[in-house]
């Protein structure tokens, strides 16, 4: 009740969360910014980068995870790859559990990049119903609104799966 009370009013704690960046391909990076805006709250990132999902084991330890930012070098070459790696290597093996994804993608105002709406039905995104997720651009403004929809929706997921029984009940 508390946590709905909070949420209404618009303060929710969102210290103690943890998130995991991944980096596939040549994307700019994004961790730097991330880690320096959840140092204040607390927050825990973990930073893996890979040249493709392949190349990364996605194991069990995404349940200790509230959320993952997948920074994708996205390019009308790759995007088969990316498409059957992100369903098959990270998808289908993190498919039980509660987790945020936020796709970053590269900038669609570059020539030759994919838009938003190009990127979902490319990675079949439509067929994702089983967590929430969001495509952000990288623009200079990414780092915050990833920041801020992680955390926004993150501090829910979080005490809804992750508190012992008894907390969930004050």
């Not at 009740?1 to 909070?6: I, L, P, Q, T």
């Not at 969102?14 to 040549?26: A, M, N, R």
């Not at 070098?73 to 945020?100: C, Q, S």
């Not at 780092?143 to 992680?150: A, I, P, R, S, Y």
């Amino acid at each position: 009740m508390k946590e709905a009370f909070n949420f209404v009013r618009g303060k929710l704690d969102i210290t103690g969360l943890e998130f995991h960046y991944l980096k596939i391909g040549k994307a700019a990076p994004l961790y730097d910014g991330l880690s320096e805006l959840s140092a204040i709250h607390e927050i825990k990132w973990i930073n893996h980068e890979a040249d493709s999902f392949q190349d990364y084991h996605f194991g069990a330890s995404y349940a200790e995870f509230d959320g993952a930012v997948i920074n994708l070098g996205l390019t009308d070459e790759n995007v088969a790859d990316m498409r059957r790696g992100f369903w098959e290597e990270f998808i289908w093996k993190t498919g039980d559990m509660p987790l945020l994804v936020a796709v970053v993608i590269p900038d669609t105002s570059s020539f030759g990049s994919l838009s938003r709406s190009q990127v979902q039905e490319a990675l079949a995104l439509v067929r994702l119903t089983d967590r929430p997720f969001k495509i952000f651009e990288h623009t200079p403004m990414v780092v915050e609104e990833v920041f801020g929809w992680l955390t926004s929706h993150a501090s829910i997921v979080h005490r809804l799966h992750r508190e012992p029984e008894e907390d969930k009940k004050e």
